[in-house]
C-alpha cells in the first residue's frame, strides 16, 4: 500500500498547490465580486473533490480505507456543483455548505489517519488536516453570521496550511517512492 501510494506522490503534490493557489486567489482577490469568489469556491471543491478521488482510485484494490478518501472526494465534488449550480444563495446557506463541508472531510479525514495501515512517513499529516477541517466548520457553525471577509480569511488560511499539508506529504511519499 505504501508503495504504490509513494508511486502516485503527485496527486497529493498537485491537490495541496490547487489549495494554495485558491487561497492566494481569495487573499487577493478583493476586486471580486461575491459571485466570482462563490464560483471559484465552487471550482475549488470540485478540483479538490477530484484529486482525492484520483488519489483514492491511484491505491492499490486491496486496500480497505480507501473509501475513505474517495467519500471525502465525492462529498467535495457535491458540495461544489451545489455551488456551482446557485451561485445567487443567501450568504448563510453558503456559510452552512462551508461549515458542513469542512466537518464532513475533517471526519473522513480523521478517520482515515487512525485506522488505516497505510506504513507511510506523514501519515499524520491527514489527521491534522482532518482536525484543522473541523475546527474550521465548528467556528463556522458557532459563528453563521461572520461578516464574508472574516469567512473568505478563514477559508484561504485553512487552504493554505491544508495545501502546506499535502504537499509535505506529496514530497514524503515522493521520498519513499520505489521508482
Known sequence: M???????WWAFLVRGIVAIVFAILLL??????????IILLGLYLVLDGLFAIIASLMTSPEHKNTWLLTVEGIVSILAGIFVLALPGTTLVILVYLVAIWAVVTGIFEIIAAFISSWAIPGKSFVGIAGLISILLGLI????PLISLIAMIWLVAIYDLVIGITLII????????SPE
Open 140 to 143: 463556522i457553525l458557532l459563528y
Open 2 to 8: 505504501a508503495k504504490n501510494l509513494a508511486k502516485h
Open 28 to 37: 487577493t482577490a478583493t476586486g471580486f465580486t461575491l459571485q466570482v469568489l
Open 169 to 176: 506529504l506529496g514530497i514524503k511519499l515522493k521520498a519513499g
